[in-house]
């Protein structure tokens, strides 16, 4: 059952810690991407990565670390220094190539920091 | 910085009826996407129109693109209850990396039934 998967579903934090959102996926996809997702509005782009041990700043990544160690993998850690981490995040990947290709995503990770 | 701009922000419509939303973007783009969202889920890909096509059709949708106004618009036809759902434009900006796409701030649709 190929996809992408993220997890957990919900993630509770006390403020001043660091957490760690998962994100897989195992459609042989090169580029990966982050997205935060505020109530009501639309996603502003975080991290994206095209290809292994790489990746790009978005809009928004100021308190906000990746890593891609593997192709399958882009695991996004909410520092805390980031203000407001309160949020839904969404992880996305894509295939490469010329042009642009649709993006897939994961269901997202509510995270609430108290 | 977000390029898209919907409108309207909120559209609630009858089953059956015919639903129009509409994309705005300030820069040049290579192709322009649309995207759904059910509360709380991810975004699932609707439909892509690249930037020297106007019209595109796939079952009940249906996507214009005028590169002159930049802007796009996406009806869907013969409106479901289960189409209630966020409906977002996304485009793949000229001068960008060619794998990044940014997001408008969404039009929520909601179809009584």
């Known amino acids: 059952d190929g996809g992408i998967t993220q997890s957990p579903k919900y993630l509770f934090r006390k403020e001043g810690q660091n957490v760690t959102l998962s994100c897989e996926q195992n459609l042989n996809h090169d580029a990966m991407y982050w997205y935060r997702q505020d109530p009501g509005q639309g996603l502003r782009l975080i991290y994206y990565s095209q290809i292994v041990n790489d990746f790009q700043k978005g809009d928004i990544a100021e308190g906000y670390s990746v890593s891609r160690e593997k192709k399958e993998s882009f695991p996004l850690t909410v520092t805390s220094a980031q203000k407001n981490p309160t949020a839904f995040y969404l992880c996305?990947?894509?295939?490469?190539?010329?042009?642009?290709?649709?993006?897939?995503f994961g269901p997202g990770t509510r995270l609430t920091v108290t | 910085s977000q390029q898209g701009e919907e409108d309207p922000q909120a559209l609630s419509i009858q089953e059956g009826e015919n639903a129009t939303m509409n994309c705005s973007y300030k820069?040049?783009?290579?192709?322009l996407q649309w995207y759904r969202q059910n509360s709380g889920r991810g975004l699932v890909h609707l439909i892509l129109?690249?930037?020297?096509?106007r019209e595109k059709h796939s079952g009940r949708l249906r996507v214009t693109l005028d590169t002159s106004k930049k802007s796009s618009s996406l009806l869907i036809t013969a409106s479901r209850a289960a189409d209630t759902a966020s409906y977002f434009c996304?485009?793949?900006?000229?001068?960008?990396?060619?794998?990044?796409?940014?997001f408008g701030e969404g039009t929520q649709l909601t179809v009584n039934p």
């Open positions: 996305a990947s894509s295939p490469l190539g010329p042009g642009t290709y649709e993006q897939y």
């Open positions: 129109i690249r930037s020297n096509e």
């Open positions: 996304a485009t793949d900006e000229y001068e960008t990396s060619g794998s990044r796409l940014t």
């Open positions: 820069t040049s783009i290579n192709n």
